[in-house]
């Protein structure tokens, strides 16, 4: 079955650093990858999207890679802040016809000052 | 950018009374529309697809009949959960897609934190 699995346990890191979560899938070969954070009790925002044929993408602070050998994205945030803290989601459209996302369970990034 | 506006925010009803949630696609129409549901530290899992003049379809294991989806317009989608239970409670989330060029972003309303007592 198809499977998208990010690290359950949350990332604490110090704020200024590079936080780095990841989001590996099974059993699909997406056309694209989204990533989105989601503040408690919110809705989820969308941040990114890669394509397949895109190694890496950069907005802001923000960098992400797709690796589809690896079946794998990496999600980076430099030089980290507290309002950094949040859920980060990696989603797939996995139903490309009905345009609906399938979402991993999510990391949740704690950034101490 | 686009934005999706959902309500109420929470609500807290008593157990067998119906609830309705509103999403609304503010300034984009929407012909499909997702519903999902969020248990605590959990991820979104789909409940079912709003299609705009049609049936909804939802996703396996979930009571059409519980949970019943009304898409009238383009911009509006209903969820009404029917029959609430206290196991009902969750948070309840829209969204609406806006496909741009090759690309579809999803955008989400606010959420609902429904609580059945």
């Known amino acids: 079955s198809q499977k998208i699995e990010q690290n359950s346990e949350a990332l604490n890191i110090q704020e200024g650093k590079t936080a780095t979560l990841t989001c590996n899938y099974t059993n699909y070969s997406p056309a694209y990858l989204q990533w989105y954070r989601q503040d408690p009790g919110r809705g989820p925002v969308f941040l990114l999207l890669i394509r397949e044929n895109e190694k890496e993408k950069r907005k802001e602070r923000l960098k992400v890679t797709f690796d589809t050998t690896l079946k794998q994205s990496l999600f980076h945030i430099t030089a980290s802040q507290p309002a950094d803290s949040a859920t980060y989601l990696c989603?797939?459209?996995?139903?490309?016809?009905?345009?609906?996302?399938?979402f991993g369970s999510g990391t949740r990034l704690q950034v101490q000052p | 950018g686009a934005v999706v506006s959902q309500h109420p925010s929470w609500v807290i009803c008593k157990s067998g009374t119906s609830v309705k949630i509103e999403c609304r696609s503010l300034d984009f129409q929407a012909t499909t529309m997702f519903w999902y549901r969020q248990f605590p530290k959990q991820s979104l899992m789909l409940m079912a697809t709003s299609n705009e003049g049609s049936k909804a379809t939802y996703e396996q294991g979930v009571e059409k009949d519980k949970f019943l989806i009304n898409h009238a317009s383009l911009t509006l989608s209903t969820l009404t959960v029917t029959s609430a239970h206290p196991e009902d409670s969750s948070f309840y989330i829209c969204?609406?897609?806006?496909?741009?060029?090759?690309?579809?972003?999803?955008?989400f309303g606010q959420g609902t934190r429904l609580t059945v007592v």
């Open positions: 989603a797939l459209l996995m139903d490309t016809g009905r345009r609906a996302l399938t």
């Open positions: 969204s609406a897609p806006l496909s741009r060029g090759r690309n579809t972003e999803a955008f």
